[in-house]
């Protein structure tokens, strides 16, 4: 088992890494200690390394501890960590600098305390990150729960002076307007704020006395209604306001109200506001998708006009790629809940299928199935992802099934604790690194990198070929 080990730190180091033989062998040297040192500080040890773009990380060998319950459920060793989630490790790596007790999360979403020791190689250049991770989850909630008990005590503590000195103090603070009336509708008890409400309404008009009614002469059958609790939203003198009518009861007789009069005219001002936003960010959508397919329909019907049989094949991948950024647009707008998400497995379907129906196959039956789990991301990060599975799946109908009748491709959408991985495999003649690059991968290598910040790979399979992308993603609560 533990020459098992061995054997994956050198394949992943040699893989995914420019480290040479003899800093291996340091990392090795390294890895042979990593189960002692998780049993002795009772916690999960990973040693990462940078890849060749030193953009990301590889995690090359890792130990659970035996004296302890394990922070992760399943092995991370061969899952790539990025610095969007990683700053402590990446932070090694950059300055050969240690950093301990770090507050982190884990690539499963769990809190930790982390520690990061670099690995220094022959060269006293950093060749790995030894890392440690505890679980502090209960830590934190005590400490929270201790921070809130105390506040939870100051506050008492002050309401409780307050009533020694026989102010009313929480009363006369608050924004909201605040009245005791009793059953005849006479006001026993007002806090500033519903005094500075009343000058603000009361004019000439306005009776004397303290009857509630002189002062709100509209608010007369609410006051009258039997009901424990009466919410209703009303206007006075154009503004917007939330009224609470609470009935005070003693010896089962009605003995007046609570009322509170709560301020909403600048909460629905900002409503109206977002409303008419939204309905402009909808038309701004909708006028971008069809512009798209107007620039999609020019190019149809010059292709149908007549083109350059060595042009053809220009012109449709620029159709494709046109139309893949449109079905982003398309989804948004069907989405009548949010505005801004667009649901990933439905894009790519979407996506897939047009290719599939599309092309010219010359007389081979392929076919195209979708997994995976209904996700929602942003319309800046789908576009990117939109024009990735274009050509991605574009290559395999193109490239994949040289020579066959049948083809298969399967897209495979996986979610992990923090990353989306896009899996597109095809049963085709397979790929081989010596394989001529072409323009489209170059793109899918490109967009990953830079606009999503993932990783892109691909290597041929015993069943044909596997593109995989790899990029951060947070799921909003």
């Given at each position: 088992m533990f020459k098992t080990e061995m054997n994956t730190v050198v394949t992943l180091c040699q893989l995914h890494t420019d480290l040479s033989e003899l800093e291996i062998q340091k990392l090795q040297e390294v890895v042979q200690n990593l189960q002692l040192i998780a049993d002795l500080n009772q916690a999960n040890v990973f040693v990462d390394c940078q890849t060749r773009e030193k953009n990301h990380a590889i995690v090359v060998a890792e130990a659970a501890p035996a004296t302890a319950n394990s922070v992760y459920k399943n092995p991370v060793v061969g899952k790539f960590a990025y610095e969007t989630f990683e700053p402590a490790v990446f932070y090694a790596f950059r300055t050969g600098k240690p950093l301990f007790l770090n507050h982190a999360l884990t690539q499963e979403g769990k809190k930790v305390e982390q520690s990061v020791v670099p690995i220094v190689g022959t060269q006293n250049s950093v060749i790995g990150a030894l890392i440690m991770e505890k679980d502090n989850s209960d830590k934190l909630q005590n400490q929270n729960k201790l921070k809130a008990l105390t506040e939870a005590n100051e506050t008492l503590s002050e309401l409780l002076l307050g009533m020694a000195e026989n102010r009313p103090y929480i009363p006369e603070v608050i924004e909201e307007a605040l009245f005791i009336i009793d059953e005849d509708l006479r006001?026993?008890?007002?806090?500033?704020?519903?005094?500075?409400?009343?000058?603000?309404?009361?004019?000439?008009?306005?009776?004397?006395?303290?009857?509630?009614?002189?002062?709100?002469?509209?608010?007369?059958?609410?006051?009258?209604?039997?009901?424990?609790?009466?919410?209703?939203?009303?206007?006075?003198?154009?503004?917007?306001?939330?009224?609470?009518?609470?009935?005070?009861?003693?010896?089962?007789?009605?003995?007046?109200?609570?009322?509170?009069?709560?301020?909403?005219?600048?909460?629905?001002?900002?409503?109206?506001?977002?409303?008419?936003?939204?309905?402009?960010?909808?038309?701004?959508?909708?006028?971008?998708?069809?512009?798209?397919?107007?620039?999609?329909?020019?190019?149809?019907?010059?292709?149908?006009?007549?083109?350059?049989?060595?042009?053809?094949?220009?012109?449709?991948?620029?159709?494709?790629?046109?139309?893949?950024?449109?079905?982003v647009y398309e989804i948004i707008l069907s989405n009548s809940e949010n505005q801004d998400d667009v649901e990933l497995v439905s894009l790519i379907e979407k996506i897939g299928n047009m290719l599939v129906s599309s092309e010219d196959h010359e007389g081979k039956l392929i076919s195209i199935d979708y997994s995976g789990p209904k996700m929602l991301i942003k319309s800046n990060l789908a576009v990117s992802v939109a024009l990735v599975i274009n050509e991605l799946i574009q290559n395999c109908v193109k490239h994949a099934f040289a020579e066959m009748t049948e083809g298969q491709i399967d897209v495979v959408i996986q979610e992990e604790a923090s990353a989306v991985r896009v899996l597109v495999k095809d049963n085709g003649i397979g790929y081989t690194p010596s394989m001529k690059q072409s323009l489209g991968l170059d793109i899918v290598k490109m967009m990953v990198e830079h606009d999503l910040s993932g990783h892109f790979s691909m290597e041929g399979t015993r069943e044909g070929t596997e593109a995989i992308v790899e990029f951060p993603f947070e799921r909003e609560v």
């Open positions: 006001i026993q008890y007002s806090n500033p704020a519903a005094m500075n409400l009343v000058l603000e309404i009361c004019s000439e008009e306005c009776k004397s006395g303290n009857l509630f009614t002189s002062y709100f002469p509209n608010l007369v059958e609410i006051c009258r209604l039997p009901d424990e609790l009466v919410v209703q939203e009303i206007i006075i003198q154009n503004k917007v306001f939330q009224m609470k009518k609470i009935a005070l009861v003693q010896h089962e007789k009605n003995s007046g109200s609570f009322i509170i009069f709560r301020d909403l005219t600048e909460l629905r001002e900002k409503e109206r506001e977002l409303t008419v936003k939204t309905v402009a960010i909808r038309e701004i959508h909708h006028r971008v998708k069809n512009n798209l397919q107007t620039v999609a329909s020019l190019l149809r019907l010059q292709m149908r006009r007549g083109i350059p049989e060595e042009s053809k094949f220009h012109f449709v991948k620029s159709l494709n790629r046109i139309l893949s950024i449109a079905s």
